[in-house]
């Protein structure tokens, strides 16, 4: 009876190993979806700029995301410092694409932002509008693959490669990322430029994460800028999950008029 035991044991453990790695690279991708909220997100949080020379600089902004059909949208606005005061982004997210736009204060009228400023600095930060996109889940990277799993923060981890399919918006010639097979969270992000060069590094540490209702939600990502050694925190000061938006908050009028 304990040998018998034992066999079940270890036949269960095996099945167990197995399953991860049956995952196709679509799987993984669909897993890391199925963690975000059901409906929306609502986040305050800040954003600490830190230049190679160790000075920085803070930033505080509310962060909206909300699914639409099959798309979803996510905006950002900033409330401090005063020279950002009342400047937001809105991204959009269809089948087909991804839009976004800006309204600045000074400027009283919103822009699209076009895919040569895709890859340029957000307000200052080392997140570009490209990978702010990839943080909100909004981006949508073709030819994907599996590679090797691997280990990230001593937890086994799936390895992703992705290679942007919009050549002409795009910075960076692949994407890897490290996925937590447990919680469906990328703890690490490396954007290669062209040349295969190592450009980027986004972090979210596991020690950082906390469960909101269904969900595992990073408190703390990192942006490093390897080549201009600078780097970014995001942290998360308070979040809400799944709350009612109003449909309107994610409008180019709402982006105006501030709510």
């Known amino acids: 009876?304990?040998?018998?035991?034992?066999?079940?044991?270890?036949?269960?453990?095996?099945?167990?190993?197995?399953?991860?790695?049956?995952?196709?690279?679509?799987?993984?991708?669909?897993?890391?979806?199925?963690?975000?909220?059901?409906l929306s997100a609502e986040q305050e949080i800040t954003?600490?700029?830190?230049?190679r020379l160790g000075e920085d600089r803070?930033?505080?902004?509310?962060?909206?995301?909300?699914?639409f059909g099959e798309g979803s949208k996510a905006l950002i606005r900033f409330s401090a410092p005063p020279d950002l005061r009342g400047s937001a982004l809105l991204m959009v997210e269809r089948n087909d694409r991804s839009?976004?736009?800006?309204?600045?204060?000074?400027?009283q009228k919103v822009r699209r932002v076009?895919?040569?400023?895709?890859?340029?600095?957000?307000?200052?930060?080392?997140?570009?509008?490209?990978?702010?996109?990839?943080?909100?889940?909004?981006?949508?990277?073709?030819?994907?693959?599996?590679?090797d799993d691997a280990e990230v923060e001593g937890r086994p981890v799936y390895v992703l490669e992705s290679k942007p399919v919009r050549d002409e918006s795009s910075a960076y010639?692949?994407?890897?990322?490290?996925?937590?097979?447990?919680?469906?969270?990328?703890?690490?992000t490396e954007l290669y430029e062209a040349g295969d060069r190592l450009r980027k590094v986004m972090e979210m540490p596991t020690e950082k994460q906390t469960r909101e209702a269904s969900s595992w939600v990073p408190r703390l990502v990192v942006m490093k800028d390897v080549l201009d050694e600078t780097h970014t925190e995001l942290v998360v000061q308070q979040i809400q999950l799944d709350e009612k938006l109003p449909r309107k908050l994610f409008s180019e009028r709402a982006l105006i008029s501030g709510r």
Request: aromatic share 8%; hydrophobic share 45%.
């Open 1 to 38: 009876m304990a040998a018998a035991s034992k066999l079940l044991a270890s036949l269960l453990l095996a099945a167990s190993a197995a399953l991860p790695a049956s995952r196709s690279a679509d799987e993984i991708v669909d897993c890391v979806r199925a963690n975000q909220p059901e």
């Open 99 to 107: 839009d976004m736009f800006m309204y600045l204060p000074e400027l």
């Open 114 to 147: 076009n895919n040569r400023s895709v890859a340029g600095a957000m307000f200052g930060t080392d997140f570009s509008y490209e990978d702010f996109e990839r943080y909100q889940g909004l981006s949508d990277d073709g030819d994907l693959q599996r590679l």
């Open 58 to 67: 803070k930033l505080d902004a509310k962060v909206y995301w909300q699914r």
């Open 173 to 188: 010639e692949r994407v890897v990322s490290f996925v937590d097979q447990e919680r469906c969270v990328p703890l690490r």
């Open 47 to 51: 954003l600490r700029v830190v230049d």
